[in-house]
């Protein structure tokens, strides 16, 4: 049974750092694509960053430079780590894995298992 179960998520003031982190159980996460989500409220959910299954990796443009998408093959953890956080990134983070792909992508119909999501709250 494949689960993702994120863990991080917190309140920082801005300019702060979180680092998020996705366990993987019921798959090898080197075997499928994987990405970092966000919905803020009344916002539709948006990709924040994605990694394929050879470590190569794409951020959206308003957290490039601050956010790193990352993971740990032998401990089957996916990361993200957020630097610089500014209150428009405070979002529900969710983490998310392919079917059965293994690219890189920020469209959420490409994604078949998510997590339930992690709270960040950024504040001025």
């Known amino acids: 049974q494949v689960q993702l179960v994120e863990s991080g998520g917190g309140s920082v003031q801005a300019g702060g750092s979180l680092r998020l982190s996705c366990a993987v159980s019921g798959f090898s996460s080197n075997t499928r694509g994987m990405a970092w989500f966000r919905q803020a409220p009344a916002k539709e959910r948006e990709g924040v960053a994605c990694?394929?299954?050879?470590?190569?990796?794409w951020h959206t443009d308003s957290v490039k430079g601050r956010f790193t998408i990352s993971k740990d093959n032998a401990k089957n953890i996916l990361y993200l780590q957020m630097n610089t956080l500014k209150p428009e990134d405070t979002a529900m983070y969710y983490c998310?894995?392919?079917?059965?792909?293994?690219?890189?992508?920020?469209?959420?119909?490409?994604?078949?298992?998510w997590g339930r999501g992690t709270q960040v709250t950024v504040s001025s």
């Open positions: 990694i394929n299954t050879f470590g190569n990796t």
């Open positions: 998310a894995a392919q079917w059965g792909g293994a690219y890189c992508s920020a469209r959420t119909t490409d994604y078949g298992y």
